[in-house]
């Protein structure tokens, strides 16, 4: 156990020695180590896979779920996707020395507010190996070292993938030890790890709620959490419903193991009747167990085909990360907004309207870090809004909130320059 926290404290003084030289890296080489690491990934997709396999292989032995499974699972399709993605990181504009304000004082002070790194960040994550690339290129481009501390389910896939990306990276010109990979599957090292503010600047976990939780009651740094994602959709009064059908079964359906896929249904009364059976068929051909409160059940029980059963208190607020979903009948948007303000995580809330004052109330009064009229919520993803990657998804509010990207693992500094001035 020694020399694995000796080993740590080596690693986070290497990252934070290279972070100072990566600060000021260029954009050109930045650039071309993350296209080179896009590369390096689909030049070793045979022996990533190979890994991942045997990580996968392990894992469904041990019995670990559906769900953490296919967060675990890399194909040819996944790893061409994470390597497109890095070159889209490579394509967005630096955000390290853009001038967000600039201003001249009364007394002739230039005041320039300009973006700088953060320094090092501390990854700590669970079962997802993209993470592992997602992560490391984001920070890379915004002028900051990692240290990278994944779980062990996917330990030989993420050793691969890291070791990809330092090669890529270190070949193309960074600071060697930019990118820092933990191997050591003993949890005791992230406790030593949460204490080492003198090396990492901010710490970012993703996981489950009892690795978030641990994680924010015990570091030392700065810390910027997310990504448990209780989702719900508001189906108004006024919703068009074949469009409502389709987000509700592509917010569910599409990839239920992700944190931004849909948990529960709340359906205006005056629309009920017809939009359940229409929504619950398409729900089960894609093998859908609904979890209905009594309203919805008695709109149900007479349709054939469904997989239905009455929810229970527990149902209201869950991460199913499943092929389940709750149902509740509401009398009004108020109510609705309630059940949201009451049950979600604020991370991602959707209402098919067509009235523009229930639209304005719901963006306005829903209180969560993406909040969607008339789309589904498998939108909240950096690739997605443009960012190219994530580094997590926020569902804080200081100091980034929702997909966190390149701005958001930035900091910034007053520049200030006078001719002599002295404070009177």
């Known amino acids: 156990m020694q020399a694995d926290i000796n080993e740590l404290k080596e690693k986070a003084k290497q990252a934070k020695a290279a972070s100072k030289k990566l600060a000021f890296t260029p954009t050109r080489v930045k650039n071309e180590a993350l296209l080179a690491i896009a590369q390096a990934l689909l030049y070793k997709e045979d022996i990533i896979l190979h890994n991942n396999g045997k990580d996968y292989k392990e894992a469904e032995a041990s019995g670990m779920s559906a769900a953490m499974l296919d967060r675990l699972m890399l194909d040819s ?20 020395g853009e001038i967000i304000e600039e201003r001249t004082l009364p007394n002739g002070l230039l005041l320039t507010k300009k973006r700088v790194p953060l320094g090092v960040i501390g990854a700590i994550y669970e079962s997802r190996p993209n993470v592992t690339v997602d992560i490391s290129v984001l920070c890379l481009k915004a002028g900051n070292a990692v240290v990278l501390r994944g779980g062990k389910e996917s330990a030989r896939s993420n050793l691969a993938l890291a070791s990809t990306v330092q090669e890529a990276a270190y070949k193309s010109g960074l600071p060697a030890g930019s990118v820092q990979f933990i191997e050591s599957p003993d949890r005791g090292l992230v406790d030593h790890m949460l204490k080492m503010k003198e090396y990492i600047d901010l710490v970012i976990p993703r996981g489950g709620a009892p690795l ?33 059908v389709a987000i509700a079964y592509n917010a569910k359906v599409q990839r239920p193991t992700v944190c931004n896929a849909l948990d529960c249904v709340l359906v205006h009364k005056d629309i009920a009747t ?19 409160d009594k309203r919805s059940l008695e709109i149900l029980k007479s349709s054939a085909g469904l997989d239905i059963k009455p929810a229970v208190d527990d149902d209201w607020g869950k991460e199913f990360l499943a092929l389940i979903g709750a149902i509740k009948v509401v009398d009004s948007l108020d109510e609705a907004l309630e059940h949201i303000d009451r049950y ?52 804080q509010k200081f100091h980034a909130r929702g997909p966190m990207a390149l701005r958001e693992i930035t900091s910034y500094k007053w520049c200030i320059t006078g001719s002599g001035q002295v404070r009177p």
Request: hydrophobic share 45%; with cysteine.
């Open 344 to 395: 979600g995580s604020g991370h991602s809330e959707a209402i098919a309207s067509e009235d523009k004052a229930s639209i304005e109330r719901f963006l306005n009064e829903v209180d969560a870090a993406c909040v969607y009229a008339n789309a589904s919520t498998r939108f909240t993803d950096g690739a997605q809004f443009g960012m190219g990657a994530e580094i997590g998804i926020s569902t």
């Open 77 to 96: 399709k996944r790893l061409k996707g994470i390597s497109d993605d890095v070159k889209t990181v490579a394509a967005l504009p630096d955000p390290v």
């Open 274 to 292: 017809k939009f359940l059976p229409l929504m619950a068929k398409e729900w089960a051909r894609a093998g859908v167990e609904m979890h209905c």
């Open 212 to 244: 978030i939780k641990f994680v924010r009651d015990n570091a030392a740094m700065a810390v910027v959490a997310g990504g448990i994602g209780v989702c719900h959709m508001y189906v108004d009064e006024s919703a068009k419903i074949d469009n409502a």
